[in-house]
């Protein structure tokens, strides 16, 4: 059991930056892939972005590529997402998850299994 707890989000101004953090308890952070997914209201869950357990992989939605970093420190058990040049269309509620497995970065929601609560970013223009 992995339990996530996402931080970071709020209202912010359209071209401004923020960076959203997840941070996990319950199983060795270390070994795990991770990755970030966006809900928009009446929308599916998107995928945002991920990275592999060692840093050493990370793949991005063609909607951010480019504006957005998403970085792991093993020390802190934390995950960050950094989107800069913030767009209204960003408006959404933002999750961390956790893989089944190892291995590449995974884009498909069935890929994770643990959840966190999500956080609220809302961009105005």
């Known amino acids: 059991q992995v339990h996530l707890v996402e931080s970071g989000g709020g209202s912010v101004q359209a071209g401004t930056s923020l960076t959203l953090s997840c941070t996990a308890s319950?199983?060795?952070?270390?070994?795990?892939?991770m990755g970030w997914f966006r809900q928009a209201p009446g929308e599916g869950r998107e995928f945002v972005a991920a990275i592999t357990w060692d840093s050493e992989r990370t793949d991005y939605s063609a909607s951010v590529k480019g504006r957005c970093t998403i970085s792991k420190d093993n020390a802190k058990n934390t995950v960050y997402l950094q989107i800069e040049s913030l767009k209204p269309e960003d408006t959404a509620v933002y999750y961390c998850?956790?893989?089944?497995?190892?291995?590449?970065?995974?884009?498909?929601?069935?890929?994770?299994?643990?959840w966190g609560q999500g956080t609220q970013v809302t961009v105005s223009s």
């Open positions: 319950g199983r060795t952070f270390d070994t795990l892939n």
């Open positions: 998850a956790t893989a089944r497995a190892s291995g590449r970065p995974f884009k498909s929601s069935d890929e994770y299994i643990y």
